[in-house]
């Protein structure tokens, strides 16, 4: 809900109020109109929350009661206050009834998109938010990215140390990762110790960048707290062989496979590769084009620096990272 | 400094247990099996050995005996690191020698307390005059 949005209800919500109130007055005092007053109360309190509820609650129970003492005999006294008094009640209880309802629905709603041990999106919202995405880049033909992570000796963690340990540590590799991502980007944990972060209007070389920098900061982290766990990343671009979230997801894990078999710890990307010209089927990996001689496996020694391996890997480019400049 | 012998077959538990030694202020020296654990210990001399008991070949027990029947290691305090949690076989591991015996898994700052802890008790060599 923006504010803009939030507040167009409101503006819309008095104006009913104004037309119930009118109606009211000219269809006389026997004629109750309370219910009606509830549809702009429940309106504002849905989108906007309980504090606009309240504020038009009250401005119903005003127009309520003008509209009675326009029409209301001298000998009735206090009676149209009273009437008024109770509808307020009954419109503030609605109110608070109403927000309390919201409330849990969008916990719920928040619920079911989170991973519920890190805070990042989970495997289902991720394929949601990935398939808009998917779509959304063919149309409008812009880049877009995927980077697939994975926590090398992630398993050794939880054997030595023990599951709470490996809890506590993906919780804070977790928030690492949704406080370092760009605000457009989205992190989703989709498997035990894998996290894969969507990067829209982005491609492999930008991406490259912005992972570089996550995956240093969750280094960082890692080497704060003595845990010997290190993050291989594959990342792939969208390209003209990939349809569905499923493949997206394949090839982006088989780069993070290929970044862990050439000595983990590095980040391996894929070039997209168009369809040859003659078959028009997509080219196979061993017919891509061929490696850039300065795009090679680099390993980024995360403790002394001093571990630089390089290593060309078949059909996958894997890029020298950034030297770490800590 | 303190200087460490881990001897570990898993190379993801070794980097695990260098990492948190490194982290609590020790020097680490690392062997990935018995017969080179055996010589590290002779030849590196560290002050204190964590030892994995189910490894190939040579098993912690093996690595232990040998320990105590050499001079220059039958003193070495040792630390026996297993996912064992039969009786049984931390008797046997006392038996053996080992000054204790650690089940994993174990909080992440144990290791270090328990080494502290294990080499205060050792009686030190002061240097005459």
Redesign the interface.
């Known amino acids: 809900m923006t504010p803009l949005s939030a507040a167009w209800t409101f503006v819309t919500a008095l104006a009913m109020v104004v037309v119930i109130g009118w109606l009211d007055r000219e269809t006389g005092l026997y004629l109750s109109f309370a219910l009606i007053y509830l549809a702009p109360i429940a309106l504002v309190t849905w989108k906007g929350g309980r504090l606009q509820g309240f504020v038009v609650a009250g401005i119903s129970s005003i127009a309520g009661l003008t509209s009675d003492l326009a029409s209301a005999p001298a000998s009735l006294n206090g009676v149209p206050f009273w009437n008024a008094c109770t509808r307020l009640g009954v419109f503030c209880l609605v109110v608070a009834v109403l927000d309390g309802l919201h409330r849990s629905h969008e916990a719920e709603r928040r619920m079911a998109r989170t991973d519920s041990l890190t805070g990042a999106a989970n495997a289902r919202h991720f394929a949601e938010a990935a398939g808009r995405q998917i779509a959304g880049a063919r149309r409008y033909g812009v880049p877009l990215t995927l980077a697939y992570l994975d926590l090398d ?1 992630f ?9 709470s ?1 490996g809890d506590k540590l993906l919780r804070c590799v977790g928030e690492i990762l949704s406080h370092t991502i760009r605000p457009t980007d989205l992190v989703a944990r989709i498997g035990g110790d894998e996290f894969v972060v969507l990067l829209p209007h982005t491609d492999a070389a930008a991406a490259f960048q912005a992972v570089t920098r996550y995956r240093l900061a969750v280094l960082e982290e890692m ?1 704060a ?4 766990v290190t993050v291989s990343v594959g990342i792939v671009e969208l390209g003209s062989d990939i349809h569905t979230v499923d493949e997206f997801l394949g090839a982006a894990d088989s780069a993070m496979y290929e970044a862990k078999r050439a000595g983990k710890d590095m980040i391996a990307t894929r070039e997209t590769w168009t369809p040859g010209p003659e078959t028009g089927i997509d080219m196979p990996p061993e017919e891509a084009p061929a490696l850039d001689p300065s795009l090679v496996a680099a390993r980024v020694d995360s403790g002394d620096g001093d571990g630089a391996e390089l290593r060309a890997v078949d059909a996958f480019s894997l890029r020298m990272p950034v030297e770490d400049e800590r | 400094m303190t200087r460490v012998l881990v001897i570990d077959d898993d190379p993801g538990v070794r980097l695990v247990l260098q990492k948190n030694l490194e982290h609590a202020g020790f020097e680490v020296l690392i062997a990935e099996d018995g017969p080179r654990g055996l010589g590290a210990a002779r030849l590196g001399a560290p002050d204190i050995i964590v030892l994995d008991l189910m490894m190939p070949h040579v098993d912690g027990f093996e690595v232990l005996r040998d320990l105590r029947l050499h001079a220059t290691t039958s003193t070495l305090p040792v630390i026996v690191l297993t996912a064992l949690t039969d009786p049984v076989v931390k008797e046997r591991c006392r038996h053996a020698g080992a000054d204790l015996v650690m089940t994993k898994p174990f909080e992440p700052g144990a290791l270090a307390s328990e080494i502290t802890r294990i080499l205060d008790l050792q009686p030190r060599v002061v240097p005459l005059g």
Do not use: C, L, M, R
Not at chain 1, 155 to 163: S, V
């Open positions: 000796n398993k050794a963690i939880n054997d030595t140390f023990g599951h340990t080497s707290h003595g845990w010997a």
